[in-house]
């Protein structure tokens, strides 16, 4: 099975407080990994809006969300999850209330170690890059990677391709808020499952 997947998420680095003039923001280790103890509100959305145009100093209205569901992720230390074992190389686990992801944070990068959803554990022995820092406007990059899940008493191997690139910057405003000095990140990914 071939699955092509685009996804567009927008980043948001606030970065030196109220700032009242527009600058390019930089994504770095510091400012964008979560750390342990911190929680994020996740929102989900049934509905859509164009996601505006890529380039510097955008505006991008996203108020037409309306919010389907809502949930919260909590960051943890992987030794204090029940699958924690089976991600040596992790430093840092997010749990949204059912499932577990795990990830290798540092000031050079975002790396994603796998996840355990639905009692699956997707172990990465080829980490995913998410992010590299520091990040700038028109960074990109492309990274291969490889895990290993097994369902249904089959054991699978996908092997894939990330490609993330920084293509704007500006202010967004949300159901929730406005947040100036935003990035905008396209995540492009394309995997293969083989049994």
């Avoid at 606030?14 to 929102?43: C, D, H, R, W, Y």
């Avoid at 809006?49 to 991008?60: D, I, L, R």
């Amino acid at each position: 099975m071939k699955k092509n997947l685009q996804n567009l998420f927008l980043a948001s680095a606030l970065i030196g407080g109220s700032l009242t003039a527009l600058a390019q923001p930089t994504l770095t280790g510091a400012n964008i990994n979560p750390v342990i103890g911190e929680m994020f509100a996740i929102k989900n959305s049934n509905s859509s809006v164009a996601p505006g145009s890529a380039g510097a100093s955008q505006t991008w209205n996203m108020t037409g969300l309306l919010v389907a569901s809502s949930g919260t992720t909590t960051f943890m230390s992987v030794a204090s999850t029940p699958s924690g074992s089976a991600f040596p190389a992790a430093n840092i686990a997010g749990f949204d209330g059912a499932n577990y992801a795990y990830s290798n944070n540092t000031s050079a990068s975002s790396l994603n170690q796998g996840a355990v959803g639905n009692n699956v554990v997707f172990s990465y022995g080829n980490p995913e890059t998410i992010l590299t820092f520091p990040t700038n406007f028109n960074n990109s990059g492309s990274d291969a990677w490889q895990c290993i899940f097994t369902t249904s008493s089959i054991t699978f191997t996908r092997s894939g391709t990330t490609t993330v690139t920084a293509d704007g910057y500006g202010t967004i405003t949300t159901p929730a808020n406005t947040y100036n000095n935003a990035m905008r990140m396209h995540f492009v990914q394309s995997y293969t499952d083989a049994a």
